[in-house]
């Protein structure tokens, strides 16, 4: 069974950081793309980084240069380093694994910016 788990969320005041962690287990970890989302209230879920097998990454445009997503495959995991928190980056995020035609998705981690 294929699961996906996120943990590092929480409330962070604008200008922070936060450090998105998702642990997998159940799929063979590093042969598929790996994706964050995360969805506001109100809104449509949102691509927010992309790391495929061969290293290459994407972000939306209003996350450039602030957030990083990176691989540790020994330890079957996915991370997204989220500095210069503002308050638009207020929404569930949720990994993702896209392996051929099948998508696994995490429960999701709340991200909350706020003074």
């Known amino acids: 069974q294929v699961q996906l788990v996120e943990s590092g969320g929480g409330l962070v005041q604008p200008g922070g950081s936060l450090r998105l962690s998702c642990a997998a287990s159940?799929?063979?970890?590093?042969?598929?793309?790996m994706n964050w989302y995360r969805q506001a209230p109100g809104k449509q879920r949102e691509l927010v980084a992309t790391?495929?097998?061969?290293?290459?990454?994407n972000y939306v445009d209003s996350v450039k240069g602030r957030f990083t997503i990176s691989r540790d495959n020994a330890k079957k995991s996915v991370y997204l380093q989220m500095n210069s928190l503002k308050s638009e980056d207020t929404a569930v995020y949720y990994c993702?694994?896209?392996?051929?035609?099948?998508?696994?998705w995490g429960q999701g981690t709340q991200v909350t910016v706020s003074s």
């Open positions: 993702n694994a896209a392996l051929g035609t099948m998508d696994y």
């Open positions: 790391l495929t097998i061969t290293g290459n990454t």
């Open positions: 159940g799929i063979i970890f590093g042969i598929g793309t």
